[in-house]
């Protein structure tokens, strides 16, 4: 009867660590305004392609916007299958 309790209270704590260490990060954004109140630039942690540690990275709201844009066409694009690329 406790062996049954401790391995519940064991796999209970599990679960809501486990919960816990899923990446808060990721959505963290921090806006930088100017003295009018207008977001001058979006900061963010991303992490490179092959490695864990972040970095922080700023850019203004436009090239955030010209960024998503361009990955949704490549998206597009190799949905259709157009694989050719202008080199």
């Known amino acids: 009867m406790v062996d049954t309790k401790i391995t519940l209270l064991f796999a209970a704590s599990a679960l809501v660590l486990a919960g816990c260490a ?17 977001v001058v630039q979006i900061c963010r942690i991303e992490k490179p392609t092959g490695s864990h540690i972040g970095r922080r990275v700023c850019r203004s709201p ?6 998503r844009e361009a990955a ?11 694989s050719y690329q202008n080199w």
């Not at 899923?22 to 207008?38: C, F």
């Not at 436009?62 to 960024?67: F, K, L, R, S, T």
């Not at 949704?72 to 157009?82: A, K």
């Open 62 to 67: 436009e090239e955030m916007e010209a960024n």
């Open 72 to 82: 949704e066409g490549e998206i597009d694009r190799q949905r259709r299958g157009d």
């Open 22 to 38: 899923g990446g808060a990060d990721r959505s963290s954004e921090q806006q930088v305004l100017n003295e009018e109140g207008e």
